[in-house]
């Protein structure tokens, strides 16, 4: 596609695919561009379409996870979908999207095995099959009830991840950052994902499939420089991306150009 930026020659190494910046440093790392990358591999999760403390918070559903809804949000909170706790502290509490679809399926199925809707078709036994729903719906939910929390501290140069209450991973900032993920169709069109992804997280995708490279790229990147946190592109190396944090005791890297135009 147009959007993408030109071939170059030299390569980098892969472990610059998780580098980031120091926190006060707004340049941005210039990378040579090689191959495209899949979109990350996992289940992808909704987000809260609310902020703040709420016991209980809404997800935006996929559907929605629109590139302008995105925009919009962003004019609410500047720091969604996170809410800033305070100076340089940024949390976010979700529940995974999973919860409404067992929801959904336990009690469409519920109501067929209730009713006996579709207990027999031509002459065999079919109730079993929305009784396996009514299982399966019930141990989504069950399983989707534990809130998560995640917390990225630039005080004390970490992000905290938790399932209700447990510490699952405490990590360096530059192990969490925005990623624009990439698709096509059976016809050679792509789409673009922009998703919140770090080390041991639950991808969290912010905008679902969209053709609008420019207008992704601009999301993306304010997120990512609103959270002080990296942005990379759909390629796996491109000058695109935005590095703000290094690995600890990283200096500099083969085949990164530094340049002076703000993220």
């Not at 990225?152 to 624009?180: D, E, K, W």
């Not at 491109?238 to 085949?255: D, E, I, K, N, Q």
């Amino acid at each position: 596609m147009s959007h993408y930026p030109t071939l170059q020659v030299r390569t980098v190494n892969q472990a610059v695919q998780g580098a980031s910046v120091g926190s006060g440093n707004r340049q941005a790392a210039q990378l040579t561009v090689c191959t495209p990358t899949q979109a990350p591999k996992g289940r992808f999760s909704g987000l809260p379409t609310t902020a703040g403390s709420k016991p209980f918070q809404l997800w935006a559903q996929g559907l929605f996870c629109t590139e302008r809804n995105l925009a919009k949000r962003l004019k609410n909170n500047s720091f969604y979908p996170f809410t800033q706790q305070q100076p340089n502290v940024f949390v976010l509490e979700y529940y995974l999207d999973t919860l409404w679809k067992g929801t959904l399926l336990f009690i469409v199925c519920f109501f067929l095995v209730s009713f006996g809707l579709v207990s027999e078709v031509q002459k065999q036994k079919t109730w079993g099959f929305p009784a396996y729903g009514v299982g399966v719906g019930l141990w989504l939910m069950i399983s989707s009830l534990p809130r998560r929390r995640l917390v990225l501290n630039h005080v004390r140069g970490v992000y905290h991840f938790s399932i209700q209450g447990r510490t699952v991973c405490q990590a360096p900032m530059h192990l969490v950052y925005v990623r624009m993920a990439l698709s096509s169709d059976a016809y050679g069109r792509c789409f673009f994902q922009l998703v919140l992804c770090g080390h041991k997280l639950e991808p969290l995708v912010l905008v679902q499939l969209s053709e609008r490279y420019e207008q992704m790229e601009y999301l993306g990147r304010h997120i990512a420089r609103k959270l002080n946190i990296n942005y990379f592109d759909c390629l796996a190396t491109s000058y695109r991306h935005v590095v703000r944090h290094w690995p600890p005791g990283a200096t500099f890297s083969p085949g990164i150009l530094l340049h002076q135009n703000g993220a």
